[in-house]
Nanobody
Framework: EVQLVESGGGLVQAGGSLRLSCAAS????????IGWFRQAPGKEREGVSC????????YYADSVKGRFTISSDDAKNTVYLQMNSLKLEDTAVYYC????????????????????WGQGTQVTVSS
């Protein structure tokens, strides 16, 4: 059974940092790409950053380029999202997802391309 568990969310002031973790079980990063998505109240879910080990590919949405960094630790089967210089508009529930597709930009751009989802973790950025 595939499980994805997010952690690391919380309340942070604008300009601050948080690191989110996505602990995966029941799958291998050799076979699945992992993505971080977010959904703010009243808005659609959007891809933030996705990583594919099989094709050594990383994708970032324009809104987070230069501020967020995605990484993976194979030994821990965990993917991280380091978020720096946080802005008010980064406030959302953040989800991680796993996709059999190896194309990071594709899975970040297509919600249905992702096969498994975590339960989400709230990130709130205050002024």
């Amino acid at each position: 059974e595939v499980q994805l568990v997010e952690s690391g969310g919380g309340l942070v002031q604008a300009g601050g940092s948080l690191r989110l973790s996505c602990a995966a079980s029941g799958l291998s990063f050799d076979d699945y790409a992992i993505g971080w998505f977010r959904q703010a109240p009243g808005k659609e879910r959007e891809g933030v950053s996705c990583i594919s080990k099989s094709v050594s590919s990383v994708y970032y949405a324009d809104s987070v380029k230069g501020r967020f960094t995605i990484s993976s630790d194979d030994a821990k089967n965990t993917v991280y999202l380091q978020m720096n210089s946080l802005k008010l508009e980064d406030t959302a529930v953040y989800y991680c997802a796993a996709s059999r597709s190896p194309y990071s930009e594709y899975i970040c751009s297509s919600i249905p391309a992702n096969d498994y989802w975590g339960q989400g973790t709230q990130v709130t950025v205050s002024s």
